[in-house]
């Protein structure tokens, strides 16, 4: 999926690792559109099925109930390094140097404590979905047609799993960001203002910088 990002990338260890870990996210999210398209045809399929010939999709909403761990975690970590997660930075916004960053530092730092916490409470509810002594269909299932829970809710802990290591990252960032007084530093999201984001919009539509399309 094409889009904007406001991250700043060089030769360094921390940006090599950032776009490393990039390319997985960006290889998930793809996978949660994927998932998300093929949620659309799964739904015509039902509409059509039941309205003519009276034939539904059997499990359609446990088929729903699955995808939607898939589509609501897999792009979670990619919306993290691209900062595309709603923030109210009306009081961040107004920082810069060092102020900012350690502003950027803490709550990242917070987050990453949140998420690691979140992480192993899901793994927990993944393992109680989970008998390693029962067969495939004896394990926790949907109510329908007993589909298996335990591959959705496995996903969640690894998912937070892989927004925690892009946290971790971020973290690194935003230190070196404070150590060396860096203005625009790497592998971080970094704020833009309200005509920024505008025409970073714009050109994803448009496909080309906006100010050249002036120019022309």
């Not at 360094?12 to 998932?35: Q, Y």
């Not at 949907?142 to 969640?156: E, G, N, Q, R, T």
Request: aromatic share 8%; proline share 4%; glycine share 8%.
């Amino acid at each position: 999926m094409a889009g904007h990002s406001s991250v700043r990338e060089d030769s360094s260890a921390l940006s090599r690792a950032d776009r490393a870990l990039f390319r997985v996210e960006s290889g998930l999210n793809l996978a949660a559109g994927v998932v998300v398209f093929a949620l659309m045809l799964l739904a015509v399929a039902q509409i059509m099925g039941r309205k003519l010939f009276n034939v539904p999709v059997p499990g359609f909403i446990d088929w729903v109930e699955q995808a939607m761990a898939v589509f609501a975690f897999l792009g979670i970590a990619y919306c993290q390094r691209v900062g595309g997660h709603i923030r109210m930075d009306i009081l961040i916004g107004r920082l810069t140097g060092r102020a900012l960053w350690v502003a950027e530092l803490i709550s990242t730092v917070l987050m990453l404590l949140l998420t690691l916490a979140l992480t192993v409470g899901a793994f927990r509810h993944f393992q109680r979905a989970f008998d390693w002594n029962a067969t495939w269909f004896s394990r926790d299932s949907s109510i329908d047609i007993a589909l298996p829970l335990w591959p959705a809710k496995l996903l969640v802990p690894l998912a937070l799993g892989l927004l925690a290591l892009r946290l971790a990252l971020q973290i690194w960032g935003f230190w070196r960001a404070l150590r060396d007084d860096d203005d625009a530093p790497v592998a971080v999201p970094l704020i833009e203002s309200a005509a920024e984001v505008a025409a970073a919009e714009a050109e994803t539509v448009i496909g080309e910088p906006v100010g050249e399309r002036e120019r022309g």
